[in-house]
């Protein structure tokens, strides 16, 4: 058996301790990359009292504390969804103020560490008010007020969807969640259509043009109806409330491919 001289010896050592060090460069990215695979990260927008936290926490599996009955976050929630088989979500709970903060998650959730998904909350102009600072008693506002600041939320929100989706080599998926369901179960339909692309709504124009914005086959559209409350409401029952967040959670999966 012949042997290589010294210096081929030392040129394959060097090869392998090349690989070696690559392989081991490499290694943490392939882990993030997998890890991101199996746990997406899902952005949750929407204004100030529309139930983000309250939604997330049922998608999470976790019980609301009391802070849940206190309108508004200045900092982003976060929130982790396991499953037995080794698959979940992350989720980012973006503040619903138009605050430096907001301002902020905004851009971190969309330019600075581009998430996998976004869950957009809407309420269908019931979205609890919020006081102003500084002010007491109790916070109002009507029903037409509050699909305005609706409209104007998602506005900002959507110019950033379509920012991310064009950078993006893969497609972005964007479920819009009516929450409150409970509150208006006699006209699901009807609300689901407005805030539906195609609709000629002025919010399905507004998603019309998200869409124009990112390229259609880059940005998946779907909206759902939930309810955040576990024992449903007057006019739905907490099986059907639970039933719509497990519809959510499933449509989740399916965008993540892990169904």
Known sequence: MTSLPRSGRAAVGATVATGVLGALASAPERVHRVFR???PTVAVTGMTGVGKTQ?????AR?????????????????????????HGFRFLVVPGDNAATRLGALDEVFHDEPVDGVIHVV???YATPRRAAGTTGAASATREEQLAAE??????????IASMAV???APVWLVIAVTKADLFADELDDVIRYYSP???SPFGDKVDELRALAGGARLSVDVLPVSSQPEGGSSLTAK?????VDALATRLAQLSGHV
Do not use: K, P, Q, Y
């Not at 976790?62 to 309108?71: F, L, T």
């Not at 409209?151 to 950033?160: F, G, Q």
């Open 55 to 59: 939604l997330a926490d049922r998608l």
């Open 167 to 169: 950078r993006r080599s």
């Open 37 to 39: 695979r199996r746990f």
């Open 123 to 125: 309420a269908n102009g």
């Open 240 to 244: 059907r409330a639970g039933a719509m």
């Open 62 to 86: 976790r019980s609301s504390g009391s802070a849940a009955a206190e309108v508004g976050s200045a900092v982003m929630e976060r929130r982790t969804r396991r499953s037995r088989r080794l």
């Open 198 to 200: 195609g609709s000629g």
């Open 151 to 160: 409209l104007e939320d998602w506005t900002i929100t959507a110019h950033r």
